[in-house]
């Protein structure tokens, strides 16, 4: 694929590629559908016009990802985003609410942990043991060092042990 | 799930609903095609104002593309009023009507109030002689059968291969959207549509108003290769055009160029490349040659520099004059084949000429004609004739360089001539801007 531009057919194989995972990553961050999808669909828009600085230094996963991680952070802080999704009537559309389907996931201790972790801790555990990053490309999603994020993962697994869950499990390089 | 390693299953099983589905995949591919659209309004941010402006202190030439941009913007009509019948319709294509072998095509059209401009080429007769004149052969009619006054027209015509293109302007009682075209027996209807863009008005047909030149520009396919034909008129009948033709080339609105892979003897190209929206023809640069012209001009020895010399409604102007002595050497053959030469003490005068002109900025001097009076040159006998010889290198075969000069050697003039008397004529000038005409498909 060209580094300069990006026809229909490549964005079309971002999208089959990594979509769903992406999607899936920002319902985990943003707890709301509606928000989750705009989310995608903006990281995308952002790929798309964006592709030019991509220089394949990381692997365009990496790319995406930090891409989403910004994007959702941004939705966060924004609360009249919120509230207009909040309005929009495809929401009440939806068979299964967001609260159904947390309430489902949060079923399991080990998850509703994860999830009321601190942000950054979470974070770092989604991105290492659901999206499977290994500890450098965390580094450079996060932009910050290896040895950073090396602490940081350690840490978010002792919070978790210290709540008596899950296990140790160490980055194997 | 009790183990960090099986997150990935237990989230994925978990919200296997949410998932990029064909709907969302769409709205992201839509969005990124209009996402250019955005980007082209923060640059409408800061141009519309200076456009608004613009729009309100001149006049005309502007106020055209204004307000097609502007009505754009949410509200601007009621700032900005727009008359309807100021409103500009044209064509979006080219509109053909076949008549037996022959044809007329309007490339194109555009209204200003109740008049329409055409810009039309065919290769059906008219006759411009006698009391038949083109109004009466090539008749515009509105749908409640009015006929439109013919108010202007220039026509181009190529008689060698008969062709005609031209420009003409009809005036119909009231504005018109679609009407008729009608020649002889035969209806052709033109359908305009409000303009989408500030577009290009005229296709195939261009003015140069600076130098009095109409280029038309007629096409048509040729065993799969697209045969673009060059016709030109100047008003002035002494002037003759002529086209770089290798040097043309077809610009694309990526801003590719393709430049023509066959000429033929007359101004005809042939291009490997199919006519799309947006594509125009660049000429850069014409040649107008003036029969007409002509300058008598004395230079002697004591001539103060530069020269002037008045050549219709430009100077030309020679910075530098050289006399130089040198044996003028003449080779030639008798009837029996004998080689003969001939030795004689001549001088030359080395002129170099500022290509541009005082009086214009549109024109350089690509060539012209230098003659030295017939008494001031040497003369030779040649099997009992007395003759002139006449260098063949002489000939100038001049090429269009960044060299703001000219040089022109007059040769064999007499030994210890002082000065000479010289007469221009026939000069070839060339046109500085390129010359761009948009091509209807």
């Not at chain 2, 029969?291 to 219709?312: C, F, R």
Request: aromatic content about 10%; overall charge negative.
């Amino acid at each position: 694929m060209s580094k300069e531009t990006m026809n229909e057919q490549d964005f079309n194989r971002l999208i089959n590629e990594y979509g769903t995972e992406i999607l899936r990553l920002c319902y985990l961050y943003l707890k709301d559908y509606q928000l989750a999808e705009d989310a995608c669909q903006d990281t995308f828009l952002r790929v798309y016009k964006k592709f030019h600085t991509f220089k394949g230094n990381s692997s365009e996963k990496t790319w995406i990802t930090r891409i989403c991680i910004n994007v959702c952070k941004n939705y966060l802080r924004s609360s009249w985003l919120k509230r207009i999704v909040l309005n929009d009537k495809k929401l009440k559309n939806k068979k299964v609410s967001d609260k159904e389907l947390f309430d489902r996931l949060e079923d399991n201790d080990l998850f509703k942990s994860i999830m009321k972790l601190k942000p950054k801790y979470r974070e770092i555990i989604l991105m290492y043991y659901y999206q499977q990053f290994t500890v450098k490309e965390i580094a450079e999603i996060l932009c910050i060092s290896e040895s950073n994020a090396y602490a940081r993962l350690s840490r978010a697994r002792k919070e978790l042990k210290n709540r008596g869950i899950g296990e140790m499990v160490y980055e194997q390089s | 799930m009790n183990n960090l390693e099986n997150l990935r299953d237990y989230i994925d099983e978990n919200l296997e609903s949410i998932k990029i589905t064909d709907d969302i995949r769409n709205n992201i591919i839509r969005k990124s095609k209009i996402s250019t659209y955005h980007n082209l309004k923060y640059i409408a941010i800061i141009a519309l104002p200076i456009l608004l402006i613009l729009c309100l202190a001149f006049s005309d030439p502007i106020s055209y593309a204004a307000h097609k941009v502007l009505r754009y913007v949410p509200g601007i009509n009621k700032l900005i009023y727009t008359d309807v019948k100021n409103q500009a319709y044209g064509l979006l294509g080219s509109v053909e009507m076949l008549i037996g072998e022959k044809y007329i095509k309007v490339n194109s059209a555009y209204t200003e109030g109740n008049t329409v401009t055409l810009i039309i080429e065919g290769n059906v007769p008219l006759k411009m002689e006698g009391n038949k004149g083109l109004e009466h052969q090539i008749i515009a009619i509105d749908e409640y059968k009015n006929v439109a006054e013919l108010t202007s027209w220039d026509m181009i015509w190529d008689y060698d291969d008969y062709q005609w293109s031209g420009r003409i302007t009809y005036t119909f009682n009231d504005m018109v959207k679609k009407f008729n075209i009608v020649y002889d027996k035969h209806a052709m209807p033109i359908v305009m549509t409000e303009l989408p863009e500030v577009s290009s008005k005229e296709h195939n047909y261009i003015s140069i108003e600076d130098i009095g030149v109409d280029i038309a520009v007629v096409t048509n396919y040729v065993e799969n290769k697209l045969e673009v034909n060059l016709l030109a008129q100047a008003n002035d009948s002494t002037k003759s055009v002529s086209f770089p033709l290798k040097d043309i080339y077809l610009l694309d609105d990526k801003g590719e160029k393709y430049y023509c892979i066959n000429t033929n003897s007359g101004n005809i190209l042939y291009f490997d490349r199919k006519l799309e929206p947006g594509i125009k023809l660049v000429i850069p640069y014409i040649l107008i040659e003036d029969t007409d012209l002509q300058a008598k001009v004395t230079i002697s020895k004591d001539n103060e520099l530069p020269v002037n010399i008045k050549i219709g409604d430009n100077n030309l102007i020679i910075n530098s004059v050289e006399w130089v002595d040198y044996i003028e050497r003449f080779n030639y053959k008798t009837p029996e084949n004998d080689c003969q030469l001939i030795e004689k003490a001549a001088q030359k005068v080395k002129l170099i000429i500022n290509k541009n002109l005082s009086g214009t900025k549109e024109l350089k001097l690509y060539n012209i004609l230098a003659n030295v009076d017939e008494k001031e040159l040497n003369k030779y006998i040649v099997e009992g004739v007395k003759c002139i010889f006449v260098d063949p290198s002489e000939e100038n075969n001049s090429k269009i360089t960044n060299d703001d000069y000219k040089e022109l050697i007059l040769y064999n003039i007499k030994e210890g001539q002082q000065e000479i008397n010289v007469t221009f004529t026939n000069p070839i000038f060339y046109t500085t801007n390129k010359v761009i005409i948009p091509i209807q498909p």
